[in-house]
C-alpha cells in the first residue's frame, strides 16, 4: 500500500525506488519517492485514520492507508519512520524482525 501511494503523488515517469536489506535481526525495506513530500504540519498526524496532507490536491484517497500499513508493521512487532521534503519526495522506511525458522 506504501509503495503504491509512492506512484499515486509522484509525477508521471518518476522513479519509485524500492530497496529490502538486512540489518542484523531485521529485514529493512525503504520506498523512496520523487513526488510532492509531505508538509511539515502535516507529519505529526500522518498515520491518524482519514488524516490527508494537506498538498494532495485533486489526487484522491481515504486517508486510511498508511494507518493500515503502520498497524500492519506494528502487528508484525515492527517499525515504520518517514524522511520528507517537500517538493523532492519521501522516503518511508519499515523494519522487521527476521524470523529464525
Given at each position: 500500500?506504501?509503495?503504491?501511494?509512492?506512484?499515486?503523488?509522484?509525477?508521471?515517469?518518476?522513479?519509485?525506488?524500492?530497496?529490502?536489506?538486512?540489518?542484523?535481526?531485521?529485514?529493512?525495506?525503504?520506498?523512496?519517492?520523487?513526488?510532492?513530500?509531505?508538509?511539515?504540519?502535516?507529519?505529526?498526524?500522518?498515520?491518524?485514520?482519514?488524516?490527508?496532507?494537506?498538498?494532495?490536491?485533486?489526487?484522491?484517497g481515504?486517508?486510511?492507508?498508511?494507518l493500515?500499513?503502520?498497524?500492519?508493521?506494528?502487528?508484525?512487532?515492527?517499525?515504520?519512520?518517514?524522511?520528507?521534503?517537500?517538493?523532492?519526495?519521501?522516503?518511508?522506511?519499515?523494519?522487521?524482525p527476521?524470523?529464525?525458522?
Amino acid at each position: 500500500m506504501w509503495l503504491s501511494n509512492a506512484v499515486q503523488y509522484s509525477p508521471e515517469g518518476a522513479t519509485v525506488d524500492f530497496n529490502l536489506r538486512r540489518e542484523g535481526e531485521k529485514a529493512v525495506l525503504a520506498v523512496q519517492d520523487h513526488g510532492i513530500g509531505i508538509p511539515e504540519a502535516d507529519r505529526a498526524r500522518l498515520f491518524e485514520a482519514f488524516h490527508r496532507a494537506s498538498n494532495v490536491g485533486e489526487t484522491p484517497g481515504t486517508g486510511l492507508g498508511l494507518l493500515l500499513v503502520k498497524h500492519c508493521v506494528q502487528l508484525h512487532q515492527g517499525s515504520i519512520t518517514f524522511d520528507s521534503q517537500e517538493g523532492v519526495g519521501t522516503t518511508f522506511t519499515v523494519r522487521l524482525p527476521v524470523g529464525g525458522g
